[in-house]
């Protein structure tokens, strides 16, 4: 990494003059952009729904979305006019839809077109993936989807497109790179699909945040539980949507086949990435305590995931 | 004898060469598709010559068809569809247009260095090795040149443009990660480059008619060619214009002879005659009364083949004997396709296409990983990357069946490797944390997560149903050694399929009727 690191700055600092200055400015553009971490500019206090949770099921992902926005008040709660929105599907595996690795095209397509109905000014899509990205953006069938929906879609390959934030309070995890758009765009909405995971149990909303980041393998080297909840604390997205339709159930997070897949057809929607996250948990048919990440969120009070506690808006279709 | 509408015929003809094969080679958008490789590369001598010989298939014997054509008009193949040739001759006229440099004056032939080169090579070449061939391959040398000077720079002027057009918000331009893993290969290449600028600039071919055992084989071929250029003894005014326009300085302008061996079949000296004295004739005739002559360089060439034999052959146990005990561990892993070791190192010419094509970047020239005989042949480097499990690129687009055509099919249950897991260098184990990014990769779930102390998993391989594609390797986190690595299959096996249901640990997920909470 260093080496390539050195040969990339290297490379760089050889283009000198002209492309340096332009690289220079926009550096510059962009810093100006960048909100205070958990200034949430999207929400405005007054317009928080009745609703902690909304759970859906038994409906296709569209539907079952449209129901779900509909009790919080509508995307227009979530976003405003000419706000720039950031959609963070989960795109990390070269798999088709039918496998479940990844989020619902679908929904993606949907959430988008949403987006822009409500006002918003351009819709970012992107995924730091796991296998290559171009073969994930296109296999994944949500490339088509968000072209589809006039979105636009943003490689998350190049480092330079990351920015070093420093994560208060955070336990292990200090300081991490986060991509540009994560820090200049009005609203965030996570849209993370629910799979199992090997290490982590399951993996949701928080953990979907590993796909904003640039460096993944520190926060495997360095307590990868304790990392997933120092960097909830970061950023929360404006809106968690959790696509539990295609759930995956064994082999995850990347699975083998389409027998790893079971047909839940559930839909998760909330402000609060733990509750989102604890409620995913009960529907895979785990306790939210059993989930270490989960737990350590909780206790650091970056949301609840204690479901009793919260009104839930549960919906059958 | 109007001919000089060949110059300008082989000048199209060789930029259509050149500029498709640098395409090839610097593509990172899939644009070029692998039938426009195949049709392209189809005639370079040496890769179809191997992929002949491996394959014995006659559609790849593009060689046979450069045979005819040097048997007809001489190296055609030099001026046209050879990338260095074309490369040497950019450079030489460009020398032309900013300063006169001296014009390159005949000289006798270097038939003692050719021939002894090209002698040695096939020599070696029979013990199924291809060193020399790995470094004087003109098509090789010409594509290390396109993939590890020129494609870098294409990614670098894509990604300034990647970045100016997203000032502007846009994103139509992706930016291609530029990585470096092993310098020699690219040093080399520069080396070589600046090389051959320096001859083409004073010496002309001098290259091709020394060193390039290509240039050489078919200046033996070009000796018997039904129609050679000659100079018209009549017409000629011995003004000398031909000569200084031969980049080759293959013409003797005293005795009015042309050597034919070493003529690149450029036609420069047709355009430059003002008389037209200087062209292709009929010599089929004539061949035959020379024929009967002994032949200096010709015997030259039996010689050198002679002694070479008997030094190579008393090598050759020697190597053999080797090459049985090299420990398995040590060997790098080779793409899937290329069979085994033995038959990937001695088909591969190292011209780097595949680095260039593979899509994930896995593919990273070596410099002596894999010896002598595969001196910058590539290897699966799982530091840089890993081996998408659904892509076959590379053994679609390689020219010298150095890797064979494989189908997805076929490959999802090819082992060219198995994964190693080393416990006590493990997360899980040094640091009591959860990790898992071995497993979270794996494409067959080889490797899986297994109890350990607590709620912690463990990584376990299956070797059996591991395909040695390194998502584990590359995605391990720990420093600097990675805890899972992939063992090369020196011979390419068979893994089983992954199983279809899992049994045991996990619980079987039902969706129930009503919400959980």
């Not at chain 1, 949500?142 to 480092?159: C, H, M, T, Y």
């Amino acid at each position: 990494m260093d080496r390539r690191n050195f040969f990339k700055k290297s490379i760089l600092a050889g283009v000198a003059a002209g492309a340096a200055m332009t690289l220079g400015n926009f550096s510059k553009v962009v810093a100006g952009k960048i909100p205070p971490p958990n200034s949430n500019p999207g929400s405005n206090p007054g317009s928080q729904g009745p609703y902690d949770l909304v759970a859906v099921k038994d409906g296709e992902p569209v539907q079952m979305f449209d129901k779900a926005i509909e009790s919080l008040g509508g995307m227009k709660n979530f976003v405003k006019k000419n706000q720039t929105v950031v959609v963070k599907p989960n795109i990390g595996w070269d798999t088709s839809p039918e496998r479940g690795a990844n989020t619902n095209p679908d929904l993606i397509r949907h959430i988008i077109q949403q987006c822009y109905s409500a006002g918003a000014k351009t819709v970012y899509v992107f995924d730091n993936t796991c296998d290559n990205w171009s073969k994930c953006y296109e296999n994944s069938g949500i490339q088509k989807a968000v072209r589809d929906a006039g979105g636009k879609l943003v490689p998350a390959n190049s480092e330079c497109n990351y920015q070093q934030v420093e994560i208060k309070n955070g336990k292990k995890l200090k300081q991490t790179k986060v991509h540009e758009l994560i820090l200049s765009s009005d609203v965030f909405i996570n849209v993370p699909v629910l799979k199992c995971h090997g290490s982590t149990v399951i993996t949701a909303a928080m953990k979907n945040h590993m796909g904003i980041v640039w460096d993944r393998g520190y926060w495997h080297r360095n307590d990868l539980n304790q990392c997933i909840a120092d960097f909830a604390a970061y950023r929360k997205p404006d809106l968690n949507v959790i696509d539990a339709y295609r759930v995956m159930t064994k082999r995850g997070p990347r699975g083998v086949s389409e027998d790893d897949v079971v047909l839940m057809k559930s839909l998760l929607l909330s402000r609060d990435i733990v509750a989102a996250d604890a409620a995913a948990a009960k529907l895979f048919g785990t306790e939210p305590e059993k989930v270490t990440y989960i737990k350590l969120a909780h206790d650091a009070g970056l949301g609840s995931m204690d479901l009793t506690k919260l009104s839930i808006n549960r919906i059958k279709m | 004898m109007q001919l000089i509408f060949l110059k300008k015929i082989r000048v199209v003809v060789s930029l259509i060469f050149f500029i498709f094969t640098i395409f090839i080679f610097v593509d990172f958008t899939g644009l070029v598709t692998t039938r426009l490789i195949r049709a392209i590369l189809y005639l370079q001598f040496i890769p179809s010559f191997l992929k002949f010989i491996t394959t014995l298939f006659i559609a790849s014997a593009g060689f046979l068809c450069i045979l005819l054509l040097t048997s007809f008009f001489g190296r055609v193949y030099c001026s046209t569809v050879c990338p260095l040739g074309t490369l040497q001759d950019i450079f030489i006229w460009v020398s032309k247009k900013f300063r006169s440099i001296k014009r390159v004056k005949f000289t006798k032939p270097n038939n003692l260095v050719r021939y002894t080169i090209l002698g040695i090579l096939v020599l070696i070449f029979c013990i199924s090795s291809l060193f020399l061939v790995n470094l004087l391959d003109p098509y090789s040398l010409a594509g290390k040149i396109f993939s590890e000077l020129l494609r870098p720079l294409v990614y670098l002027g894509n990604n300034i443009l990647s970045r100016i057009l997203q000032m502007f918000d846009s994103y139509a331009v992706y930016s291609v990660p530029i990585k470096v893993f092993s310098w020699p290969p690219v040093l080399f290449s520069l080396a070589f480059m600046v090389l051959i600028v320096f001859l083409a600039v004073y010496k002309g071919r001098w290259y091709c008619n020394n060193l390039c055992p290509v240039g050489t084989l078919l200046g033996i071929f070009s000796r018997f060619s039904v129609f050679k250029i000659k100079m018209d003894e009549n017409a000629c005014t011995s003004c000398g214009l031909c000569a200084k326009e031969c980049k080759a300085g293959c013409i003797d302008i005293k005795e009015k002879e042309v050597d034919f061996s070493r003529c690149v079949a450029c036609f420069d000296c047709f355009k430059a005659c003002p008389e037209e004295g200087i062209g292709y004739k009929y010599q089929l005739r004539k061949r035959i009364i020379s024929d009967k002559e002994p032949d200096p360089s010709r015997r030259d060439f039996f010689k050198t083949t002679l002694l070479g034999t008997a030094a190579i052959l008393s090598s050759k146990t020697l190597l053999g004997g080797k090459k049985e005990q090299q420990p398995v561990s040590a060997v790098p892993v080779t793409p899937p396709g290329s069979v085994s070791i033995w038959h990937y190192t001695s088909k591969c010419t190292a011209c780097h296409l595949c680095v260039s094509a593979c899509p994930t970047k896995v593919l990273q020239p070596t410099l002596m990983e894999f010896g002598w005989n595969g001196m910058f042949q590539p290897k699966m480097n799982y530091h840089a990357e890993y081996c998408n499990f659904e892509c076959v690129k590379c053994s679609e687009v390689c020219p010298t069946g150095a890797i064979l055509p494989i189908t997805k099919e076929q490959k999802s249950t090819l082992q060219i490797g198995t994964s190693k897991f080393i416990k006590n260098l493990c997360i899980v184990v040094t640091k009591h944390t959860a990790c898992g990014a071995c497993s979270e990769h794996c494409p067959t779930k080889a490797v899986e997560m297994v109890p350990y102390l607590g709620d912690l998993l463990i990584p376990r391989v299956d070797e059996k149903i591991c395909v040695g594609c390194g998502a584990c390797e590359y995605a391990c986190p720990v420093k600097p050694d990675k805890a899972i690595y992939v063992e090369a299959n020196p011979y390419h096996r068979k893994a089983l399929k992954p199983k279809k249901k899992v049994e045991g640990t996990k619980k079987v997920i039902k969706p129930t009727d009503d919400f959980p909470f």
